[in-house]
């Protein structure tokens, strides 16, 4: 296949609740969708995962526009014989942008999976055709507000909970949810590297909880301190923004800087690099799941088919969509038994509503080949 047009278009969606973490707080989501069409008639659909201000990544959503624009759809467009398969190696030459590399190759996958008629979780070898799903808490005004988001969530049917911390919410907010819920709460926090080496120490008090996983607590370069806190820690060290390759993961684990990994597609640069960083954690026992950027709908189907893989043993951040948003660009994704579908139409498996898309939509460009 032959790429055709590239469409960018920007959405914004209101989050039902204000998400706060330890880089910043935000009340909506803008999201950019890349829309590819084939000559024999192939359509499919990317999301790139890039937030408004590079405070969690380095790649922001402006930018990645623009490397899409310029450099990445061009690039695929000057191919006549265009496969998925081969994106990865063809986007190469450009260094990073990881997010933007991350959408078109979605859009590429989908439009030809469609083609093909296969899903994208058949494409990638899924084993489950629906999974266990968590939640991510961010930081809140209040404990009382944080217990009560809490209870809100397991009375939903979350078996998996996240709590986002930073210095001066960590021990008293965990010990609380801990201790309001019971020890079977399967519970995990997320510090988005809002600590230094010099905080191991305080750190190893999360021991006491029993928690899954503590994730990303140092700067992402700042492997070495990752490798010192899990030295010290009973509680398994998790890498989210440390790990932008299957590169990185191999360093990571043959470092012991973490045991688990946790997996976001548009941070490693697609869906086909998140295969791989699943199949070398698979081949060496270590535990990974699927992490969320607070997808749309379509950016939530395809990770649902990734979270399918074998290897993905903990439940990811792929919420309900009634956690993010009142309403989606797609059919929203309603929670089972703590459980999702993983989607099984060709392609991602599911498309954006029209009149949905429209009213969200606050820009539209179309690049022509
Ligand atoms: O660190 O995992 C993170 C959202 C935006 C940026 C970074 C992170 C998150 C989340 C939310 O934790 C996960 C979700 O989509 O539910
Ligand atoms: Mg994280």
Redesign the pocket.
């Known amino acids: 296949m032959r790429i055709h047009s590239v469409e960018l278009r920007e959405v914004a969606l209101p989050l039902v609740t204000p998400?706060r973490?330890s880089v910043g707080s935000q009340d909506d989501r803008n999201a950019l969708l890349v829309k590819v069409t084939t000559t024999d008639g192939g359509v499919g659909w990317g999301e790139c995962v890039a937030?408004d201000d590079p405070y969690?990544f380095p790649e922001y959503l402006s930018g990645e526009r623009e490397v899409i624009q310029r450099w990445l759809a061009p690039t695929l467009a000057a191919v006549t014989d265009l496969r998925a398969a081969q994106v990865p190696g063809l986007l190469r030459p450009v260094r990073a942008h990881t997010m933007a590399k991350s959408a078109i190759e979605m859009a590429v996958l989908d439009a030809e999976l469609r083609v093909l008629g296969v899903s994208l979780a058949q494409h990638l070898g899924a084993v489950n055709s629906s999974v266990p799903v968590g939640v991510?808490v961010g930081i809140t005004d209040t404990l009382d507000a944080l217990v009560e988001a809490v209870a809100g969530y397991l009375e939903e049917g979350y078996g998996r909970v996240?709590l986002k911390i930073e210095p001066g919410w960590d021990l008293e907010p965990v010990r609380l949810v801990r201790e309001s819920f019971g020890d079977d709460l399967a519970l995990q926090v997320?510090a988005?590297t809002a600590y230094g080496p010099s905080d191991i120490p305080h750190l190893r008090r999360l021991d006491e909880f029993g928690l899954v996983l503590i994730e990303q607590p140092f700067a992402p370069d700042d492997l070495d301190s990752h490798r010192r806190l899990a030295a010290r820690l009973d509680t398994p060290v998790c890498l989210?923004e440390s790990i932008r390759s299957a590169r990185d993961a191999a360093t990571a684990l043959r470092m012991e800087a973490c045991s688990i990994i946790?997996i976001k597609p548009g941070r490693v640069g697609g869906y086909l690099e998140s295969r791989r960083i699943h199949d070398l954690c698979t081949s060496t026992g270590v535990p990974v799941w699927c992490?969320?950027?607070?997808?749309t709908g379509l950016g939530r189907a395809a990770n649902l088919a990734l979270a399918a893989l074998p290897g993905f043993t903990l439940p990811g951040?792929i919420?309900a969509t009634a956690r993010y948003y009142a309403r989606d660009i797609t059919a929203p994704f309603v929670l089972d038994n703590g459980r999702l579908r993983v989607p099984d139409g060709p392609g991602i498996g599911i498309e954006p509503d029209p009149a949905s898309l429209e009213a969200a939509t606050t820009s539209v460009e179309v690049l022509t080949y």
Not at 291 to 295: D, H, I, Q, S
């Open positions: 998400f973490t937030e969690y991510s996240k997320d988005n989210d946790n992490g969320g950027m607070l997808e951040d919420s």
